[in-house]
């Protein structure tokens, strides 16, 4: 969605007129029961042409789809289903924690107020990063990972 309803809140080139509270009335169409079903919050600024033009090429398509590939075959070899379909006691049989990383968990769903379906989402996307990552284990990087990947909007 965009970040207001004008579009160019954060835009580097064009200026955002919408009203704090107009933004806030945007942004909290979507209810947070709703929010919370999806997995992965990105934010995606807008980029002008010229940096468009200037970025490097990409990892080419063919290895990223090799890799997920072969992510989505070591779910299925270890649990019989994808991660997507795994309910809370599987995330927990299959993404557990030591102490250390659960408690970095659990300080980070504190801190950004998740509620019980956040934290097993945020749980499921870094078993699945593990995974892209070939690692039997989730370990504090994927968990950072997957954590970004739960970003809250922001209405400064």
């Known amino acids: 969605m965009n970040p207001c309803p004008c579009g160019h809140r954060g835009h580097a080139q064009r200026g955002c007129r919408c009203t704090p509270d107009a933004v806030a009335r945007y942004q909290g169409r979507l209810s947070g029961p709703l929010l919370d079903r999806i997995d992965l919050h990105v934010e995606v600024p807008a980029l002008s042409p010229r940096t468009l033009c200037d970025l490097p090429d990409g990892e080419p398509t ?7 590939c072969a992510a989505r075959q070591r779910q ?4 019989g289903v994808l991660n ?8 927990d049989r299959h993404a557990a924690l030591d ?4 408690a970095f968990l659990q300080a980070a769903a ?3 107020g998740w509620s ?3 934290f097993h989402r945020v ?10 990552g070939g690692c039997e284990t989730v370990d504090a990087a ?7 990947y739960r970003r809250v909007l922001a209405i400064e």
Do not use: C, M, N, T
């Open 99 to 102: 102490a250390a990383r659960s």
């Open 116 to 118: 019980a379906r956040g």
């Open 62 to 68: 063919a290895a990223v789809a090799a890799r997920v």
């Open 84 to 91: 997507a379909a795994l309910d809370a006691e599987g995330v």
């Open 76 to 79: 299925l070899e270890r649990q």
């Open 110 to 112: 504190e801190r950004l």
């Open 123 to 132: 749980l499921r996307v870094a078993r699945s990063v593990a995974d892209l």
């Open 142 to 148: 994927h968990l950072a990972e997957a954590i970004q």
